[in-house]
């Protein structure tokens, strides 16, 4: 798939460019000074579903705080949101999550599967094509990092993707217990956020998420708080990791 950038607008310190790849679009975010000096590093920004729109500013803060450690950063739109066609099991499975907590009953691995693993089938390969076309920019070198949610993303992404060398996993979404199994493979650095009073996330699941993966070298950072209440020094320990492994 080709990629065209379609706007580009300079946010301070960093340069913000709209691009699609194919039909899929997506946002590149580049140091203000990267295409005078030599290539830099990448780190993918995942994201939930909730459509670009609607996650741009918590996403141009994190580029922006990238781009003051030196590196690039890029995320496309997920399948099934924003703009995108609808995927039919997904939209099926939140009417039917929506359903049981509201009847206050647990929430079935039919659900989660039918809920992540369409999404993550469709999206892990659409992360690649994107990941083929940024690198191919002069200004982007490597290697690359993977920062952020869907955590089942990043963990088939961390699998099956040798291009990446490091990732930062937000603990906080809904895991198939399949992934459970994916995420032994997972061999890379890892760096996992939990926020330990998360009113959506199954705690324990999330701890044995971290037990399963296969990485030497991996540590859990777990704050008090909700899913927003992600404090500022979190922020600070996931970036010198970055820069541990990316420079």
């Not at 924003?82 to 079935?108: C, F, K, N, Y």
């Not at 690359?144 to 979404?173: D, K, M, N, W």
């Not at 199994?181 to 699941?205: F, K, Y």
């Amino acid at each position: 798939m080709a990629l065209h950038f379609t706007s580009e607008q300079r946010l301070d310190d960093v340069v913000e460019r709209d691009f699609t790849l194919g039909e899929i679009p997506g946002i590149l975010w580049t140091p203000g000074s990267a295409t005078a000096s030599a290539p830099v590093p990448l780190i993918l920004l995942g994201h939930p579903p909730l459509g670009l729109r609607k996650m741009h500013p918590r996403l141009v803060t994190r580029a922006r705080h990238a781009a003051a450690d030196g590196f690039a950063a890029a995320t496309i739109e997920l399948p099934g949101s924003g703009d995108r066609p609808r995927l039919a099991a997904t939209e099926q499975a939140r009417v039917d999550l929506r359903r049981v907590t509201e009847a206050g009953e647990p929430v079935s691995d039919e659900i989660i599967d039918a809920l992540v693993l369409p999404l993550v089938d469709q999206a892990v390969p659409e992360w690649q094509a994107a990941l083929d076309a940024l690198l191919s920019l002069p200004e982007i070198g490597g290697p690359v990092g993977y920062s952020g949610g869907v955590i089942s993303i990043g963990i088939r992404l961390a699998v099956v993707e040798p291009r990446i060398v490091a990732a930062g996993l937000f603990a906080g979404s809904f895991v198939p217990r399949t992934m459970f199994e994916e995420a032994r493979h997972v061999t890379i650095p890892l760096h996992v956020l939990l926020q330990w009073d998360d009113e959506g996330n199954d705690r324990q699941a999330a701890l044995d998420l971290f037990d399963a993966f296969g990485s030497k070298e991996k540590s859990l950072h777990a704050n008090m708080g909700g899913h927003t209440g992600v404090p500022q020094y979190a922020g600070d320990a996931a970036a010198q990791f970055f820069t541990r492994h990316l420079k």
